[in-house]
T-cell receptor, first 112, second 116 residues
Framework: GQQVMQIPQYQHVQEGEDFTTYCNSS?????IQWYKQRPGGHPVFLIQLVKSGEVKKQKRLTFQFGEAKKNSSLHITATQTTDVGTYFC????????????FGQGTILTVHP | EPEVTQTPSHQVTQMGQEVILRCVPISNHLYFYWYRQILGQKVEFLVSFYNNEISEKSEIFDDQFSVERPDGSNFTLKIRSTKLEDSAMYFCASTIRYPDAGNTIYFGEGSWLTVV
């Protein structure tokens, strides 16, 4: 079945440093979605990427979808303490009824 | 902003007992899902539901699990005989259309199930 791998598992940064998490799927995806989960919270939708090679930006966050639609990345510029949480990518396969396959997540801690 | 609501937020149950987790998806949504997240692990797909029937289910969703939409608004997940390993956060989610381009899947805040 479809697998989605995400690295790194943990990332500790000083406030102001950049952060990147990478996601790789074993199969070609219909789209990829990114979620943020605060400790004790639920996944909150950040963005969805659909097109091959797509790049989207949300303020300090930049999301990329690979040309082969199998990998993706999230980059945060100049992290802030409010960025703390777990960032999950989730891939949507081409033949599913909306089944998302989540990566393991990257836990981001930001030291002030 | 419309939201998916779930009850209870936390339930403790004895092993072997039946549990029903309830969800009210966003009102005009048509696709419904249950996911679970064991503490410290990733979110795992359990089941998708569309047009009053299961459209897809994972290996986790064995015959101890069932879902139904009894009244057109609630969407429930039943675990017939809970096991210790069922302890997890269960998330309900919904989307208005097939979740391809432009259609966001909205997650509820979760129901934390502890089996003792």
């Amino acid at each position: 079945g479809q697998q989605v791998m995400q690295i790194p598992q943990y990332q500790h940064v000083q406030e102001g440093e950049d952060f990147t998490t990478y996601c790789n799927s074993s199969t070609t995806l219909s789209n990829i979605q990114w979620y943020k989960q605060r400790p004790g919270g639920h996944p909150v939708f950040l963005i969805q990427l659909v097109k091959s090679g797509e790049v989207k930006k949300q303020k300090r966050l930049t999301f990329q979808f690979g040309e082969a639609k199998k990998n993706s990345s999230l980059h945060i510029t100049a992290t802030q303490t409010t960025d703390v949480g777990t960032y999950f990518c989730a891939g949507l396969g081409g033949t599913s009824y909306g089944k998302l396959t989540f990566g393991q997540g990257t836990i981001l801690t930001v030291h002030p | 902003e419309p939201e998916v609501t779930q009850t209870p937020s936390h339930q403790v149950t004895q092993m072997g007992q039946e549990v029903i987790l309830r969800c009210v998806p966003i009102s005009n949504h048509l696709y419904f899902y249950w996911y679970r997240q064991i503490l410290g692990q990733k979110v795992e797909f359990l089941v998708s539901f569309y047009n009053n029937e299961i459209s897809e289910k994972s290996e986790i969703f064995d015959d101890q699990f069932s879902v139904e939409r009894p009244d057109g608004s609630n969407f429930t997940l039943k675990i017939r005989s809970t096991k210790l390993e069922d302890s997890a956060m269960y998330f309900c989610a919904s989307t208005i259309r097939y979740p391809d381009a432009g259609n966001t899947i909205y997650f509820g805040e979760g129901s934390w199930l502890t089996v003792v």
